[in-house]
């Protein structure tokens, strides 16, 4: 008993003398053994993107998806990204861009209307983004809107075909039709007038609102009779007395709209409309989101604008009326890409686009557009638009001056034309700057 005893502890001391004789981890090492499944954490790397809008009705839903876009770049790159989201009022948007992009405060991405990407590449203020894959999904015909010198500048957001804004249903309780003829018009303020209802909202606080007058009338005069006057007026030629027609129609919203134009603005213009307080607004679809939030249960329609008895000019404007581009000189061009890309996102833009009554414009997008969008989509499918009007910027803010002051009778139609004239023909003097964003 004692011999198996003492080959037992024996045995025990081996042992023992063995486990001595391994390595062991260094003291106050980290390090998980090679062995481990557990994973190795890793600090986010935190990154930021000035991104800069003109849309401020859309903030909410821009928020979200600058937000969707952060937890993605977390949880997919683990990068913290933060979206500083900038949206000055519409009227503020050109100065504010102007002064951030000449200066050395660039945002990374910024949005512009269609009509100035030739400006704004020239100056140097947009990188090409030909070679993204968002430039595959770009409907053709919107593509070309946002392509110079063959290079794709901007993603399109904003694709519209717009007229003036129309409550449907306030038309079919005065058993009217849309117009399309200028005595059709009207036909259409008289009933309105006799059914108790003010034809058209007016709200001229900020000059641009009234200018969306001369946007249509001039377009669907230029593209239905006289195709060639822009190029006259940019080669010195022309004259806006070839135009004197559209106070025609001018002067009939004008007269036959709310009180106190002066005093309200495109969103509290756009709110009282929504509640009623006339039938019809000259402005753009982009005024949607005001609209139905204010009112959900509107019955918004959209018809192209007479402004005589050719119904060769009762047409709808078409445009890419807002652009997001990327600042070739962006600290984070890998993320600003990243998130233009985003901007046609194949899984969540469709979502993105429809939230905002967007017309769709990619291949991405799946949803049925707003009735109003489906409105104005007809007239182009009929052929029945024209592509927005590239004037001068001074002449276009011109526009919307002498149209607040023709409103409140301190200048004549006729000092109006000269002075446009003028202004235009100074405007060929100097390089070409953008026209409203």
């Known amino acids: 008993m004692k011999k198996y005893l003492a080959l037992f502890l024996a045995l025990c001391m081996l042992l023992a003398l063995a486990a001595c004789g391994e390595p062991s981890e260094p003291a106050g090492s980290s390090e998980p053994p090679a062995d481990s499944d557990e994973p190795v954490s890793e600090e986010p790397v935190e990154a930021e993107l000035d991104i800069m809008m003109s849309f401020p009705q859309f903030m909410d839903q821009w928020e979200t998806y600058c937000k969707q876009f952060e937890e993605k770049m977390l949880a997919e790159e683990n990068i913290k990204l933060t979206i500083n989201l900038e949206m000055p009022s519409s009227g503020d948007y050109e100065s504010v861009l102007q002064t951030r992009l000449t200066g050395d405060d660039a945002p990374d991405l910024f949005t512009l209307h269609s009509n100035n990407i030739a400006a704004y590449y020239d100056a140097g203020h947009l990188a090409d983004l030909s070679g993204e894959a968002l430039a595959e999904k770009i409907y053709p015909d919107v593509a070309a809107m946002v392509t110079y010198d063959g290079k794709l500048l901007g993603v399109p957001i904003e694709s519209q075909a ?180 985003y901007v046609l996102d194949d899984a969540d833009s469709s979502a993105l686009f429809e939230s905002c009554s967007f017309n769709p414009l990619a291949t991405c997008h799946t949803y049925e557009p707003a009735s109003w969008v489906a409105d104005a989509s007809a ?23 002498l149209l607040q002051e023709y409103y409140v009778g301190s200048v004549t139609k006729d000092e109006m034309i000269q002075r446009l004239d003028e202004v235009y023909a100074l405007s060929l003097i100097h390089i070409s700057e953008p026209t409203r964003p």
């Open 379 to 401: 007239y182009v499918s009929e052929g029945r638009c024209y592509k927005d009007l590239v004037l001068p910027s001074a002449v276009t803010d011109e526009q919307g001056r």
């Open 162 to 341: 717009w007229g003036p804004l129309y409550n449907k249903a306030i038309f079919e309780e005065c058993g009217l039709e849309v117009p399309n003829t200028l005595d059709e018009l009207k036909n259409v303020v008289a009933v309105l007038e006799e059914n108790g209802y003010t034809p058209f909202m007016l709200a001229f606080q900020e000059q641009w609102v009234p200018q969306l007058m001369t946007a249509l009338t001039l377009g669907g005069k230029v593209s239905g009779e006289v195709p060639d006057w822009v190029d006259r007026m940019n080669a010195g030629e022309g004259s806006y007395t070839e135009m004197a027609e559209i106070f025609d129609v001018i002067d009939l919203i004008m007269q036959h709209g709310t009180d106190r134009a002066m005093e309200q603005g495109s969103e509290a213009g756009a709110a009282a409309f929504a509640n009623g307080e006339a039938a019809m607004f000259v402005q753009g679809t982009w005024a949607s989101g005001t609209i139905m939030t204010t009112n959900p249960d509107m019955q918004l329609g959209v018809f192209a604008l007479p402004i005589n008895n050719n119904v060769d000019c009762t047409r709808v404007n078409l445009s890419v009326s807002t652009t997001l581009a990327v600042h070739p000189s962006s600290d984070e061009m890998d993320l600003a890409l990243k998130f233009a890309n």
